[in-house]
């Protein structure tokens, strides 16, 4: 395996790599818009509820704990989903439970008591407390908890080739199948640029989306 | 489905996948908690703190490369089998315990170590005395996330042939066998779920009582 190895692979094969590419991030943005959808709410509700946030949180750690390929399997033996994009959907979706409704509990639960109490006294009803302080002091924790659910959805995206998705995983897949080093690790190449390249400037808007009185040096 | 297939993957295939699965993780969190805890107090110390921010910086990148990917590039890189693996499972166990290491470290309260070295404690008996129990709940918090993805990402070191359960798995969506799909799969979450509450059972028995937290 050299250099050159590498380049004629990804020169030969450009067309196959735009096309499993493109099916990795319409998988990853489906499933992390319909995780967005669902769980920002469901977090957002838990925060009224500290009895009903412990049952949820603790059933969220528990999926998450479930390794991603099992996860994978056992929802390919339940009848409805079987192989394919059905499975692959729903078990992110399940993985984005516990980074995303952690991530708006605990950044609405962190906003000080005394600025909400401001805010009631300055007449301002629940809902705007909800849109006008209470998300937007919490977004830094909320957006940690985004770009977890983000890097992590593209990673496991990949093991989903396994269960019949036509993604860069697929590279991997096949490359070991044939031992194909130079196309195994092209795929992990890309799959891993991908990933850290999201985390990198998903973390550049992290830092910029604090409000300047709330930042902390690390 | 049938009752056979399901009771050959249970009785036959699964111990052996059990244990070599179980090798796998313990092999990989005893070297990670030897290499990074010893990292995280030396990075902790106020001398070294410099690189303190370089290492995190280097171990996050590595915690983002995605797991199937590490272990794909393990293969041309380290060869087939149970070593290659843990190598690979060890580089992204790291970051989790390096991390919380020095967390742990640095949330020690300094007037807790004032008083300490007030009292006449050496440097090295106020880390072995006071630093570091106060420090391992939350040590063993990172070690638990570390265990549970080892569980997670060991399924897939099959791929590399260091077999565990991942091996039970593969051979199901190859065969189409949903029972050993249910079997390997199941396992493999009840491992990983019963690790994850035993080492949270022990971050609570293990926390001193005037700080736990409700």
């Not at chain 1, 991603?68 to 192989?83: C, E, H, K, N, Q």
């Not at chain 2, 990402?153 to 593969?170: E, K, P």
Request: proline letters at 5%.
């Amino acid at each position: 395996m050299t250099l050159t190895d590498f380049v004629s692979f990804l020169v030969k094969n450009t067309k196959t790599i735009m096309e499993y590419s493109e099916n990795h991030f319409t998988l990853v943005l489906l499933a992390v818009g319909i995780s967005l959808l669902i769980w920002v709410p469901v977090g957002l509700l838990l925060t009224k509820s500290d009895k009903w946030a412990a049952r949820v949180l603790a059933l969220a750690n528990t999926i998450f704990c479930i390794p991603s390929l099992s996860m994978f399997a056992i929802l390919v033996t339940i009848p409805m989903f079987g192989l394919g994009r059905k499975s692959a959907l729903l078990a992110l979706v399940l993985y984005a439970m516990m980074p995303l409704i952690r991530s708006v509990y605990d950044g609405v639960k962190n906003v000080d008591r005394n600025v909400i109490e401001a805010a009631r006294g300055m007449g301002m009803s629940t809902k705007r407390i909800l849109v006008e302080i209470l998300v937007p002091l919490g977004m830094p924790i909320i957006f940690a908890g985004f770009r977890i659910t983000v890097v992590m959805t593209t990673g496991i995206a990949a093991i989903a080739t396994y269960i019949g998705e036509r993604n860069l995983g697929r590279f991997i897949q096949e490359g070991l199948v044939r031992s194909n080093t130079p196309m195994m690790v092209t795929g992990a190449l890309i799959i891993s640029i991908i990933a850290i390249g999201l985390d990198t400037i998903l973390g550049v808007i992290e830092k910029r989306i604090v409000p300047k009185g709330l930042r902390v040096s690390r | 489905m049938r009752w056979e297939n399901f009771r050959f993957a249970l009785f036959e295939k699964a111990p052996e996948a059990l244990l070599e699965h179980s090798m796998i993780v313990v092999i990989t969190i005893t070297l990670a908690i030897l290499i990074s805890v010893p990292l995280g107090v030396f990075l902790s110390r106020p001398k070294y703190k410099k690189f303190g921010l370089v290492t995190l910086n280097i171990l996050n990148l590595l915690q983002a490369v995605p797991g199937i990917a590490v272990i794909a590039l393990a293969l041309p890189i380290l060869g087939l089998g149970m070593k290659p693996a843990i190598v690979a499972l060890l580089f992204q166990s790291l970051l989790p315990i390096v991390r919380n290491t020095i967390a742990g470290l640095l949330g020690v309260s300094s007037d807790v170590k004032e008083a300490a070295s007030g009292m006449g404690m050496s440097q090295r008996r106020i880390l072995w005395e006071v630093e570091l129990p106060l420090a391992i709940p939350i040590i063993l918090s990172g070690i638990r996330t570390a265990t549970v993805y080892v569980v997670s990402i060991g399924t897939l070191a099959s791929l590399i042939g260091a077999g565990g359960l991942g091996n039970l798995i593969m051979g199901g969506l190859s065969l189409f066998r949903p029972e050993y799909l249910l079997v390997g799969a199941g396992l493999g979450a009840l491992m990983a779920i019963f690790l994850d509450r035993m080492i949270n059972y022990l971050e609570y028995r293990i926390t001193p009582p005037g700080m736990r937290v409700e």
